[in-house]
C-alpha cells in the first residue's frame, strides 16, 4: 500500500486523486497535520500523521501494510524564511523519519521532492545543468540541498530505494499552493476572473521555471514506475516544463481577458526569485526515464481559465 505524508498540500491533493485513480482508492492512504481538505479527507482511506512524528507514521506503515510513502509534506520558500528554524524541523526530520523507515526495511520505496530553490545565485542561469553549483540562499532550499545528499547517501550506503525530482513552480486550480515564491502563477489566474486584475509580487521580467501541475504529477509517478537500473540520478532529477516571466503570462491571460489589468508591486519574495534559475536543462531525466512535459503556457492558460471559470461560477 501507499501513504502520502503532506495530502493536503498543493502536490499532494492531487497526487492522492491520480494514485488512487491508477491504483485503486484503498490502496492510497492520504495523510495531513490536520484536515482542512474534506474532499480529499472524505475521498478515502485518511490518517492525521504529524511528519515530524516518527512514531506515527512508523505506526501507520506496521498497521497498514505500508511499502510506499511520498513524502509532500514541507515549509515552502517564503514561508521557510519566515521560520527558519520551523522549516529546518519539518522538512529535514520528516525525511530522516521516511529514511530510516527505508533502511529498516519497513517500507520499499520513497518519493521525495525537491526543488529548484536549490540553485542559488552563483548557479548558471540558463539551461541549469544536472550537475551544477548549488549554494541555495533560502533556508527551504538548504533543506532540499541537504535533503538531496541525504537521499543520495542512504541509496549508495544502505541501498534505500527514494527517488526525487527538482520541482519548479507547480501551476494548478484544484489546491492553492501555499507559501512558495512562485505563488503569484496561480494567484494571477484566479485573481484574472474575480477581478480582471492582479498585483504580482514579482517584477515583471522575473523569468522562472514552472510546470502545470499535470506534468509535475506525471513525471512523479512516471519516475516511480521506471526500472531502479535504468536511473543514475539518486540525489534529484531536474525536470522543465516552460520558462515564463509575470508579463509573459499576464499577456496570455489577456487574450482571453481583454481587459486584465496588471500591476507590479515587488516584495520580499523578489530576492528569492532573483536567486533562482531562468530555465533548467532536464536531458538526463529525459534519458534515463523518457520525461516529456505536455502543457505549453497557451496551454496551460487555457485549462487554468476553463477550470477557474467553472469553479467561481457555481
Ligand atoms: C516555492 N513553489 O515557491 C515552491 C517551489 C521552486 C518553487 O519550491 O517555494
Redesign the pocket.
Known sequence: KILIIGACGQIGTELTTALRAKYGVDTVIASDINTRNLDLVNSGPFEIIDAKNYNAIHDCCIQNNIKTVYLMAAL???TGEKYPMEAWDLNMNSLFHVLKLARLKVIDKIFWPS???VFGPTTPQQNTPQHTICEPTTV?GITKQVGERWCEYYHDKYGVDVRSVR????ISHKAM?G?????YAVEIYHKAITDKAYTSFLSEDTELPMMFMEDAINATIKLMEAPAENLSIWSSYNVAAISFTPKEVAETIAKEIPDFKMNYEPDFRQAIADS?PSSIDDSVARKDWNWEHQFDLKKMTQEMLDNLKAKYSV
Open positions: 515552502l520558500s517564503a526543488s529548484i530553490a527551504y520541482y519548479p513552480g507547480i499552493p507559501g512558495g515564491t512562485t505563488d533562482w
